[in-house]
């Protein structure tokens, strides 16, 4: 399931084929109706090992009830319903309903000079299926209860941290919008990414992250650049592992990041069609903010912010990865890093 430009969703199954059946009564190999006065035996239709196929084929679409671009869609841990969120509202649907959804948040101001801020990303919890968390242009969190009132105007818990005055710079509002939030497979954390740091939320504690990565750090003398260049508005999604032990997010010149949640080591990978041959080993790479560079580092100044990895997914259970970057889609499996593993 996902959204498309024109502000509707559309539903999708999936499914493989390795095998197809053979010797029809009344089809010929190629499909083809056979001529009835040539059937002369009745046979038995056989199932023959043929190379695996996927077939992707549409279901449903559900249109209609967003004003403004889609940023979010999650499936519902009861797997009836699922919500669609946009610049200002969050919206319930029926998976069996295509025609009807139900408003439950809404942000939308009266006068839209009054606005402040949008919803950026939204998410079910995976396990208690009356509460959803979105995220704001302004870095905050809301955690809404669907049981306290049909439209959640009222956030049950606001996950915000305090800005240190000493740290704030020019851009500051633009960076510490999140971009993406997303819930630990246990329910007890949420993750969220700005446009310079991951940051790990406990539930139980609303008042600052437990846990703070830095992604590209040494991007602070490029704001200005980036800013010019619209850089600075990407929207970087972030993921789990199954075991919720090491959290992954993209960056420029088609890196991306991985931080070990218990050993405090990172990675900075890079998904290009060099190191994509199979069995290919990822060899980490570094980024030079200045001064005398070593052989496997890369400048600063040589990144090329065309490539980057916004769009990435974690197998739930296996070391599976797979990034977008730009126009090709990467997979690596197995032996993840040897440096984090």
Same mark, same amino acid.
């Given at each position: 399931?996902?959204?498309?430009?024109?502000?509707?969703?559309?539903?999708?199954?999936?499914?493989?084929?390795?095998?197809?059946?053979?010797?029809?009564?009344?089809?010929?190999?190629?499909?083809?109706?056979?001529?009835?006065?040539?059937?002369?035996?009745?046979?038995?239709?056989?199932?023959?090992?043929?190379?695996?196929?996927?077939?992707?084929?549409?279901?449903?679409?559900?249109?209609?009830?967003?004003?403004?671009?889609?940023?979010?869609?999650?499936?519902?841990?009861?797997?009836?319903?699922?919500?669609?969120?946009?610049?200002?509202?969050?919206?319930?649907?029926?998976?069996?309903?295509?025609?009807?959804?139900?408003?439950?948040?809404?942000?939308?101001?009266?006068?839209?000079?009054?606005?402040?801020?949008?919803?950026?990303?939204?998410?079910?919890?995976?396990?208690?299926?009356?509460?959803?968390?979105?995220?704001?242009?302004?870095?905050?969190?809301?955690?809404?209860?669907?049981?306290?009132?049909?439209?959640?105007?009222?956030?049950?818990?606001?996950?915000?941290?305090?800005?240190?005055?000493?740290?704030?710079?020019?851009?500051?509002?633009?960076?510490?919008?999140?971009?993406?939030?997303?819930?630990?497979?246990?329910?007890?954390?949420?993750?969220?990414?700005?446009?310079?740091?991951?940051?790990?939320?406990?539930?139980?504690?609303?008042?600052?992250?437990?846990?703070?990565?830095?992604?590209?750090?040494?991007?602070?003398?490029?704001?200005?650049?980036?800013?010019?260049?619209?850089?600075?508005?990407?929207?970087?999604?972030? @993921? &789990?592992?199954?075991?919720?032990?090491? !959290?992954?997010?993209? *960056?420029? #010149? %088609?890196?991306?990041?991985?931080? +070990?949640?218990?050993?405090?080591?990172?990675?900075?990978?890079?998904?290009?069609?060099?190191?994509?041959?199979?069995?290919?080993?990822?060899?980490?790479?570094?980024?030079?903010?200045?001064?005398?560079?070593?052989?496997?580092?890369?400048?600063?100044?040589?990144?090329?912010?065309?490539?980057?990895?916004?769009?990435? @997914? &974690?197998?739930?259970?296996?070391?599976? !990865?797979?990034?977008? *970057?730009? #126009? %090709?889609?990467?997979?690596?499996? +197995?032996?993840?890093?040897?440096?984090?593993?």
């Amino acid at each position: 399931m996902f959204p498309i430009l024109d502000k509707t969703i559309k539903l999708w199954k999936v499914s493989e084929r390795d095998k197809r059946p053979e010797g029809y009564n009344l089809k010929d190999e190629e499909g083809r109706m056979k001529d009835l006065s040539t059937v002369t035996v009745l046979q038995v239709p056989v199932l023959k090992p043929m190379d695996l196929m996927v077939e992707v084929t549409p279901r449903k679409i559900f249109a209609n009830a967003h004003t403004y671009h889609i940023n979010s869609i999650s499936v519902n841990s009861d797997c009836e319903t699922y919500m669609s969120a946009d610049d200002l509202r969050i919206n319930l649907w029926h998976l069996g309903i295509t025609d009807r959804s139900f408003n439950i948040v809404d942000i939308k101001p009266v006068d839209m000079e009054e606005l402040t801020e949008v919803i950026t990303a939204a998410e079910f919890h995976p396990h208690h299926c009356n509460l959803l968390v979105y995220s704001s242009s302004k870095g905050t969190l809301r955690l809404c209860d669907m049981r306290t009132a049909a439209l959640c105007d009222k956030h049950a818990k606001l996950f915000e941290e305090p800005e240190d005055p000493s740290n704030r710079f020019f851009f500051s509002e633009i960076t510490s919008s999140v971009s993406d939030v997303k819930f630990s497979h246990s329910g007890r954390y949420m993750m969220t990414r700005d446009y310079l740091t991951v940051k790990v939320w406990d539930l139980n504690m609303e008042t600052k992250p437990i846990e703070t990565y830095q992604v590209h750090d040494y991007l602070r003398s490029k704001l200005c650049s980036l800013y010019e260049n619209d850089c600075i508005f990407d929207k970087f999604e972030c @993921a &789990w592992n199954g075991s919720d032990s090491v !959290i992954m997010t993209g *960056a420029y #010149n %088609n890196f991306f990041r991985m931080f +070990d949640r218990n050993t405090k080591r990172d990675v900075t990978l890079e998904a290009s069609r060099e190191n994509s041959k199979p069995r290919a080993v990822l060899k980490p790479r570094r980024v030079c903010t200045g001064g005398k560079r070593r052989k496997d580092e890369i400048s600063v100044d040589s990144l090329d912010f065309n490539k980057k990895i916004l769009h990435m @997914a &974690w197998h739930p259970t296996e070391n599976i !990865i797979a990034v977008a *970057a730009t #126009n %090709n889609l990467y997979i690596f499996q +197995d032996k993840v890093n040897s440096e984090m593993h």
